[in-house]
């Protein structure tokens, strides 16, 4: 007979973003005459059109498909050598950062790796999420059989978890006792929150002094705008003996239905195997890279070069500037609502205490049946979310603005 999974029965409720699909799917099959009013600042993802940088060269690239002389079938599964350089020059080098071509691992998306990484590390890691966070830190890791049962709170049992809370400016210390893996977001995806060199140095010296890895989720780093933060763990010294870096093309490029991202490993990056011997990570994932992904398809990873191209700068330059404006019309509109407000200037999400005496699925259910919003519970990103909101500023103008008002009508 066949036998499952157990630990996925440990996951006590669906994903975060289908629970909110399906709430928003029976409140509008309950008043269809709102439907048209609905405006989604839940889920982060891209209303503008792709660059046009990127749509010149996935046109290009379409008519060399239609050819035999330069159709393309399997490609290198960690990515054409011509993107890998483009990334490792563009991103790093130009910057004064270390990182060869072959660090780099093109995929489909920063989710998926910051997932898959699991698959080359071992089992008897002790690991520290952030608290709140990007739940597919959590969400894996149960999968993959790393901790015990969740208590009522949500907590599970064998993961350390730091919290980041206003006190703390959403960026969390490194904890007191040692850890072997620790998940860091900066730009904080839901917070909005930007880690200081200073914090990031913390980072690094505690991971060197206790021989663990820093995961470093990056995807937002586009979106910070203030002079002080740092855009890559590689720029703080002795990080590329602690750190695995991944990034996306999905918030800058508009890429999220498009599906792009990189992430790297360097070759000086050693962790221990069961015999007491260090031994390094970059040829484990490209291991596991070749075996189970047969890689991005070509059209895109064309697309993405294009984003390097001097007209793909400006195009993304624009686009953050676009998203980062409407992030400052929510805050100010939310403020006005006499809400207090964090986030929105080095990322695109704003985060929003909720009003005494409503949990954040109060939040968001009030704010989706009263205003017709959709807005994000902050429970759902972890223990210490609850008691706020997050609203994501990926969207018009006109539905930016909107919302501002909407938000400013609503009686709390």
Not at 152 to 178: H, I, M, R, S, T
Not at 302 to 319: D, F, H, I, T
């Amino acid at each position: 007979m066949a036998f499952l999974n157990e630990h996925f029965f440990k996951l006590k409720a669906g994903y975060l973003f289908p629970e909110i699909a399906r709430r928003v799917k029976a409140f509008t099959e309950a008043n269809p005459a709102t439907a048209g009013r609905l405006i989604r600042c839940g889920i982060g993802d891209v209303t503008e059109p792709l660059p046009g940088a990127v749509v010149a060269a996935l046109h290009k690239a379409v008519d060399e498909m239609s050819v035999r002389e330069s159709f393309r079938g399997y490609g290198p599964e960690q990515g054409y050598d011509w993107l890998r350089a483009a990334i490792a020059q563009n991103d790093y080098r130009a910057h004064g950062l270390e990182v060869a071509d072959d660090e780099i691992f093109v995929s489909d998306g920063s989710k998926c790796d910051c997932g898959n990484i699991l698959d080359i590390l071992g089992h008897k890691n002790r690991i520290a999420i952030p608290d709140p966070v990007y739940p597919v830190y959590v969400d894996t890791n149960v999968m993959a059989g790393h901790t015990g049962e969740a208590n009522e709170q949500g907590a599970y049992a064998g993961l350390v978890y730091l919290p980041c809370v206003p006190d703390n400016g959403f960026v969390p210390a490194p904890p007191k006792e040692p850890v072997d893996l620790v998940y860091l977001c900066s730009p904080n995806n839901p917070t909005g929150a930007a880690a200081t060199r200073a914090q990031l140095e913390a980072w690094v010296e505690y991971a060197r002094r206790h021989e663990a890895i820093l995961l470093f989720d990056a995807a937002y780093e586009a979106y910070i705008t203030q002079p002080g933060y740092p855009h890559s763990i590689y720029e703080i010294p002795g990080a590329r003996e602690c750190a695995i870096e991944f990034r996306s093309f999905s918030k800058s490029g508009g890429f999220t239905g498009t599906r792009c991202a990189f992430t790297v490993v360097p070759k000086t990056l050693l962790a221990w195997d069961d015999k007491g011997e260090r031994k390094p990570l970059h040829p484990l994932w490209l291991r596991r890279t070749t075996t189970k992904f047969n890689g991005v398809p070509y059209l895109v990873q064309r697309g993405a070069e294009a984003l390097y191209s001097p007209e793909g700068k400006a195009q993304v330059r624009a686009l953050v500037e676009h998203y980062l404006g409407n992030a400052r019309i929510l805050v100010e509109g939310a403020k006005k609502a006499g809400l207090t407000v964090f986030g929105g200037v080095n990322a695109p999400y704003i985060w929003v205490q909720t009003p005494p005496g409503l949990g954040s699925w109060q939040v968001f259910d009030k704010i989706l049946t009263e205003a017709q919003v959709v807005i994000t519970p902050g429970a759902g990103f972890g223990s210490k979310g609850e008691g706020f909101f997050r609203v994501s500023a990926f969207n018009s103008r006109a539905n930016a603005e909107e919302v501002a008002r909407r938000l400013q009508a609503l009686k709390w």
